[in-house]
């Protein structure tokens, strides 16, 4: 009875000391969701600048919006309601739908009109030009545009606001009926740009709630349906499709795991002690990802506890080892040598994963690492100790009996690896398609449904191609607008052959200093101005006085020190510029985005007459390259990691014949898994590569057991069993993941499910044959 108090006592003291370990951890923890964590170094400029888009990039964080289900009036009633709320919102830093509103303009920027409107490069302000204006708004207050334009008409006679509106709206706007865009199918259109990052699903998350919340609260929504399309939608939505397939995988996979063991140990309370060593590993790496890095992405943590299933087997090694007549503490010391082997083992694989130089690797190889020994190390010292004293020897099991009694007599031919190998090798040379998928859109695929609504919204809206970027480079913004400006022309004229439909230069917003002193040049003297409007407006219906604000704004702007980036940055239209200039070392880039690229090649002839100031950039290509490079650090790494792993082996064995019985079936398993998977017609990524690693780990375990020299049968029993029941679970959890409709799931579960197969299969055939 003192030894069963001890033995609670010991357990409670276990459970207290995992609390205050998850609390610390849990607090200090910071869960990050920016994909980039798990993106390598860039090495190159293009590169650099992909991973800057991917997060930060105009077209990556743009929302396409649709709203139809109602009459159009209505429609156009809730676009002008859903952007004024969203206008307020912390979540969105732009939000457009055609509407124009002179009472939203800040009175005090609106005199850089005639800095900013391309009308003077074509026009005077001299009677003539005046004259026309005014009779065509003579014309335009007599037509139901009358209730926009008489505020406008005092201050802006010439309707510059209009101009700029229209030359700030998308290089291919929509139709406007009431006001507001409109779809050719009688849908209202909406583009809303968020403040957070593209590629970051929990603030695109927030901030399409917050979008939703916002429409729905409006006023007669009723049966009005809004639609969202956009990369941070499609972001959001494979992130919770992912998370919720993975969450049922994981119920139903661990409902079937303790059922596992309870058929195999027939006892619940055997089977909440042995989960103590892996929840111990688990907090354990969570605590040193706080402590050493303060945050982690959840990524990581996923992987992490898939990664860290190895080391279910240590408690399960303990429990089917143990033998009748022998108390726990006896039974762990005798495994302990090969079970700590293959602990140092499995860690010094993950280390691969700490030499990528990504951040989210490292992450990744810091929780595994911390979790495999901390859970090795509590069931080598602390589950022992709080084992019942009774047992059902493993050994002793009729089944266990006849298995082995089965595999005993399977036939070993010396010569069947060797033939394999051959065999394995050339079925890989003749594999069909490409070795490597690069292309990360293909790892969290979209259904093409929403694909072809994303299309369709987007040719709509002339929203941005989210593939090229027109990148132009010059020492300092005033230049960068001044390049923009030159090259303008020459895109036009690529948009009238049909290369692409459209591009948006940051001089559609602001022009160069230079460009601004011209046309303020050109603004004529308050008493030249007022001789030209009394000719102008001679016989028609206008007030003499009507016309003072136009006359003061224009001898405001004949004063005005020119706009610079950094001010119009901060003006209300600013955002959208803002985010189209991006800072370097050695200068400044500007962004211009590009709509129906048709012809990349035109694109880029044109680029190259510019000597290298202007330059097409291909996402897809930069995103590839940077795949590529991050693939052949990993390789390298876990090339390293293998060759440490194999002198660990003979080391810890102390014997290259006993080494060459545990590398030999696990080096050929896995070349055997990536045979299978490209004979599919699978072509491998990262995930394939991490699900590698986890099945080599656990290949090593098998054939690390039954290598070992045992004393007697029932021994060679015990380690049956203890390899079925590490066999069956890793079958049943990553089975399941294999039938996943997502790729990165499959990749994980097929993977890994192929290698445990393997494995096991090939640890039985080329080990020692039993004595």
Same mark, same amino acid.
């Given at each position: 009875?003192? &030894? ?32 980039? +964590? ?11 600048? #992909? ?61 850089? @009109? ?111 349906? #809004? ?7 499609? +972001?959001?939505?494979?992130? %919770? *499709? ?40 688990? #907090? ?47 039974? /762990? ?15 010094? %694989? ?31 010292? !602390? ?6 004293? *009774? ?18 007599? /399977? ?28 292309? #990360?859109?293909?790892?969290?695929? /979209? ?33 960068? !607008? ?14 009238? *052959? ?5 591009? $948006? ?11 601004? @002193? ?36 224009? $001898? ?12 119009? %940055? ?13 800072? @370097? ?27 290298? +100031? ?17 693939? $052949? ?24 014949? =006993?080494?060459?019985?545990? !590398? ?49 049968? &029932? ?12 066999? %069956?679970?890793? !079958?049943? /959890? ?6 996943? +409709?997502?790729?990165?799931? =499959? ?25």
């Amino acid at each position: 009875m003192r &030894a069963d108090a001890r033995r609670w006592l010991l357990v409670l003291i276990w459970l207290l000391a995992l609390g205050v370990l998850g609390f610390f951890a849990l607090r200090s923890l910071t869960v990050s969701t920016d994909l980039r +964590s798990f993106m390598p170094p860039p090495r190159t400029a293009d590169q650099k600048l #992909l991973m800057d888009q991917v997060g930060e990039g105009p077209a990556t964080r743009l929302l396409l919006l649709a709203i139809d289900g109602a009459p159009p009036e209505r429609l156009a009633a809730l676009s002008r309601g859903l952007a004024d709320a969203l206008h307020k919102d912390p979540h969105f830093e732009q939000v457009i739908n055609g509407a124009f509103d002179p009472a939203a303009l800040d009175p005090k920027w609106l005199p850089y @009109r005639y800095l900013l409107s391309p009308t003077l490069d074509h026009h005077a302000l001299d009677a003539a030009y005046l004259a026309d204006q005014l009779q065509q708004r003579v014309e335009d207050l007599a037509s139901p545009a009358a209730t926009l334009l008489k505020p406008l008409l005092p201050r802006d006679p010439t309707l510059e606001m209009l101009v700029l509106a229209q030359r700030w709206s998308p290089p291919k706007p929509p139709a406007m009926r009431d006001g507001v865009w409109f779809s050719a199918d009688g849908a209202a259109l909406l583009l809303a740009q968020t403040r957070g990052a593209g590629f970051d699903p929990a603030a695109q998350g927030a901030a399409i709630d917050a979008l939703e919340a916002a429409f729905h609260s409006l006023a007669d929504v009723d049966g009005a349906h #809004l639609e969202i399309s956009g990369p941070g939608y499609f +972001s959001v939505l494979i992130s %919770a *499709k992912t998370r919720g397939e993975a969450d049922r995988i994981g119920a139903v996979s661990t409902i079937g795991f303790i059922l596992l063991l309870l058929l195999a140990y027939r006892s619940p309370a055997l089977l909440l002690l042995a989960a103590l060593p892996i929840a111990s590993g688990g #907090l354990a790496g969570v605590a040193a990802l706080a402590w050493l890095f303060g945050s982690a992405h959840g990524i990581t943590l996923a992987f992490g506890f898939t990664l860290l299933g190895v080391a279910q087997e240590y408690p399960i090694r303990l429990l089917s080892h143990r033998r009748a007549g022998e108390d726990a503490v006896t039974s /762990v010391r005798a495994l302990w040598p090969l079970l700590a082997t293959a602990i140092v083992s499995a860690a010094i %694989a993950y280390l691969a994963f700490f030499a990528s130089g990504v951040s989210g690797l490292e992450q990744l190889a810091v929780f595994t690492i911390s979790g495999l020994l901390v859970a090795g190390f509590s069931t080598r010292y !602390l589950l022992p100790r709080v084992l019942p004293s *009774k047992f059902r020897d493993a050994a002793d099991s009729p089944a266990i009996v006849t298995a082995l009694a089965i595999i005993d007599r /399977v036939p070993r031919p010396a010569w069947l690896p060797g033939l394999l190998t051959i065999v394995a090798l050339f079925a890989l040379w003749r594999a069909p398609g490409p070795m490597w998928q690069n292309d #990360l859109a293909a790892l969290t695929p /979209v259904p093409e449904d929403l694909l072809l609504r994303d299309t369709k919204l987007r040719g709509e809206l002339g929203a941005p191609d989210v593939r090229y970027l027109l990148v132009l480079q010059a020492p300092d913004p005033d230049r960068l !607008l001044a390049l923009s400006e030159s090259i303008e022309p020459r895109l036009d004229a690529l948009v009238g *052959k049909g290369a692409l439909d459209a591009a $948006e230069l940051p001089s559609r917003y602001l022009p160069s200093v230079a460009t601004q @002193r011209a046309r303020q040049a050109k603004l004529p003297d308050r008493a030249t101005l007022v001789s030209a409007l009394a000719e102008a407006s001679r016989d028609l219906p206008f007030r003499a006085d009507l016309f003072a604000p136009f006359l003061d704004d224009v $001898e405001t702007a004949r004063a005005l020190a020119p706009l610079t980036a950094d001010q119009f %940055a901060q003006t209300p239209l600013g955002a959208r510029f803002a985010s189209m200039l991006v800072k @370097r070392d050695d200068g400044w880039l500007a962004l211009a985005t590009l709509s129906g690229v048709h012809d990349a090649d035109a694109i880029e002839t044109f680029t190259a007459t510019t000597n290298g +100031s202007a330059r097409l950039l291909d996402l897809k290509a930069a995103s590839e390259s940077l795949v590529i490079a991050y693939r $052949e650090r990993i390789l390298r790494a876990l090339g390293i990691a293998l060759a440490l792993l194999a002198l660990t082996v003979i080391v810890a064995l102390r014997s290259a014949r =006993r080494a060459w019985h545990v !590398l030999a079936p696990m080096s050929l398993a896995t070349l055997l898994v990536l045979v299978v998977e490209r004979v599919a017609g699978i072509s491998l990524s990262l995930f394939h590569l991490v699900a590698l690693t986890l099945a080599a780990g656990l290949g090593l375990h098998y054939a690390l057991f039954f290598e070992r020299p045992v004393a007697d049968a &029932a021994e060679a029993r015990r380690t049956l069993h203890a390899t079925l029941v590490c066999v %069956a679970s890793a !079958l049943l /959890v990553f089975g399941m993941q294999a039938w996943s +409709s997502l790729p990165v799931l =499959r990749a994980i579960g097929l993977t890994v499910a192929l290698g445990v197969g393997f494995h096991f299969c090939l640890s039985i055939l080329m080990a020692r044959p039993r004595r």
